[in-house]
């Protein structure tokens, strides 16, 4: 069960690392080739996908805000009512 848990860490910190380079490298916008004889090449929807990374990004940053501020203050209840 350990090994589970370390190998499940260890590849989404690398899944992490790669979307954090990948979001540091600048998007080169590639103009459309027009001409007979070229190969029409699929284009991702890089922007969507980026758009969504930083939506659900701000969203888990502000739930683990809120977790956080919501534990501070139970911990803080606790200290006030362990006074003397």
């Known amino acids: 069960m350990a090994d589970l848990i370390l190998e499940l860490t260890v590849m989404i910190s690398l899944a992490v690392i790669v979307y954090l380079m990948a979001a540091a490298v600048p998007r080169i916008e590639e103009e459309e080739e027009e001409g007979e004889g070229k190969t029409q090449r699929t284009v991702l929807p890089l922007d969507k996908l980026d ?3 930083i939506k659900l990004k701000d969203k888990s940053l502000r739930r683990t805000k809120i ?3 919501r534990i501070d203050n139970f911990i803080s209840r606790q200290l006030k009512t362990k006074k003397p």
């Open 51 to 53: 758009n969504f990374l």
């Open 67 to 69: 977790l956080l501020m």
